[in-house]
């Protein structure tokens, strides 16, 4: 990439819960902060420019890219790629192959996503399948789930990949020099396991292009162990899901027992600001979003349910994989 | 079983970190609650006399079975068990089989548990493979999680005979009425998952002796949505060690939060006592033990960090299970 050349980043606009409103406001926030960056926002032309008039969004670098189809969240992802050519996911994907825009964010249906990057996009060489790398807080630093959800039934050969594809993400994205990576397993022995994790216990160890430190456990992924934590699709997506799952549950019951008498509620009014201080890292949204690592270009996820700041941090972390040359350097690390 | 007959339950007094101590002093509690068990307690017989003595356990219902060796947690389960003719859980196994005894308690090696469940104790007719059974606390009932670590990779057919053991367990043992089966998937809809989840969700949902009420995401299994939560060993042990490990994380960030300075601290006091009452539910140590499902007899597991109020609901757990023929009913829900 060349220094004066703008970094083009494309926004899918549907698919959020909280609609095309808060793309408009991230972008026009950010938009003023990188002035190498030009946002083109996919979607309802109607729509949009009502909200760039409604907030005054006039800059040069943002550009309405009219689409006229959308894939809901309970199509067929292959079937509707096929079928809505004019959708805000394929145009993107056609955009982005064609390199008219160097990445793509989307809230929107993760199958079709999936399916963009796999299929249309495809995957870097020697790459057999993108996964998605999700950040999760720990009681020490952050920890990069990967495949947190795009390949359920794996080999070990494609774990290696995410744990060699990771480390470069977790590198060059958090700033951590070889980082640790860790195996998801029912035990921190060598011979504990399933067929997969033993396989890719194996191959792990014998790979000088990542820092492996063995086995970790899932009671101990929250302790912050290690920094890449690898694991099949469906596995961690059910870890991911489970550390939602319980601090809910967990803050739900807390909640009531702090709300049960006149006395426990004075006690949390003066506790409110501390817990909320502390537990703000425990906010998904601060993480901005799951890229999909492996393809040929970016490819960012965001949460379906993101409000503004998790696009502008999306939009920064679009920037900085861009900017520090994440492709090149995914496959400079495959070459060893 | 005659209604006079005394019940004999053998007890492994090695393996917990707690040691001897645990289990004579919960068998001298419960021994005056039930006089028709009998208790077997196997281990060192020095150590055992001894505490006998210091604790003043001399009801007639209490015997103690001298054993020389122990199977340590480090040790191959299979060539422990093949070598370790005069171990605590070896010389139980044997018991259970020749019928001295009727169920064992043992908070040992998971591994030579197993093992000794799979290979010499051996399943019901028909079952393939035996499920360790352990219950969850959730927002509303306890969770049935089945299997939650005895078998690494399973088949959909054995998650059905899971499916319907945990049924008849939960039923028997909790008191409800066609308990609702969940399958652990990583989506709601039937075409969600790996294969095995594809397969297993077509078997369920065919089979008239479960109330299947389909797919559940980690992320709601603490909401208590299902009774039993159907699941291979590798993810059903993941789900339980994330339970422990994200309330642990943020039990600890909390208490952080709360013993901030004088003010927090002051507020925790006021807090104290309803966070106790509230959080009670989610101490592992409630629960008892956790069945292998699908022997021919009770292998009851508890927990390494057992406590003797762990041990007593222990013993009433086995007693229960006894009393109520579970083997019996096991057999005829296979039947159908």
């Not at 946002?39 to 032309?45: K, P, R």
């Not at 790629?81 to 993760?110: F, N, Q």
């Not at 899901?241 to 967990?250: D, I, P, R, T």
Request: net charge positive; proline share 2%.
């Amino acid at each position: 990439m060349c220094i004066d050349e703008k970094i083009k980043i494309g926004i899918d606009t549907y698919g959020a819960d909280n609609g095309e409103e808060i793309f408009v406001l991230a972008v026009k926030e950010i938009s003023n902060k990188f002035d190498n960056i030009e946002f083109y926002l996919y979607g309802n032309e109607n729509k949009l420019s009502e909200l760039f008039n409604k907030y005054g969004v006039k800059s040069s670098n943002v550009f309405l890219v009219k689409t006229t189809e959308e894939i809901k969240l309970d199509e067929h992802p292959v079937m509707a790629l096929r079928t809505k050519k004019d959708s805000t996911i394929y145009r993107l994907g056609e955009d982005l192959i064609s390199g008219k825009i160097s990445a793509i964010i989307s809230a929107g249906s993760t199958g079709a996503i999936l399916a963009l990057g796999q299929l249309y996009v495809k995957t870097l060489d020697g790459i057999k399948r993108p996964a998605i790398a999700t950040l999760i807080p720990t009681e020490k630093n952050m920890t990069l789930v990967v495949d947190s959800g795009a390949n359920m039934d794996a080999d070990s050969e494609w774990l290696l990949q995410y744990a060699i594809l990771g480390s470069v993400y977790y590198t060059e994205m958090i700033g951590v020099d070889k980082p640790k990576v860790g195996l998801l397993n029912v035990g921190v022995e060598p011979t504990k396991g399933n067929k997969l994790s033993l396989d890719t216990y194996k191959l792990l160890s014998n790979d000088s292009r990542i820092n492996f430190i063995g086995n970790i456990e899932a009671r101990d992924i929250t302790k912050g162990l290690c920094d890449i934590l690898v694991a099949d699709g469906f596995n961690g997506n059910v870890i991911l899901k489970m550390y939602e799952g319980v601090a809910s549950s967990l803050f739900t019951v807390i909640k009531k027992a702090m709300t049960k008498n006149i006395m426990t509620k004075f006690a949390s009014l003066l506790l409110k600001k501390s817990l909320k201080n502390t537990l703000k890292k425990y906010d998904a949204h601060e993480y901005g979003g799951a890229p999909l690592i492996g393809c040929r270009n970016l490819i960012l996820k965001c949460h379906g349910n993101a409000k503004k700041n998790e696009i502008c941090v999306c939009i920064e972390q679009a920037y900085n994989f861009i900017n520090r040359n994440l492709i090149e350097k995914f496959n400079n690390s495959l070459r060893g």
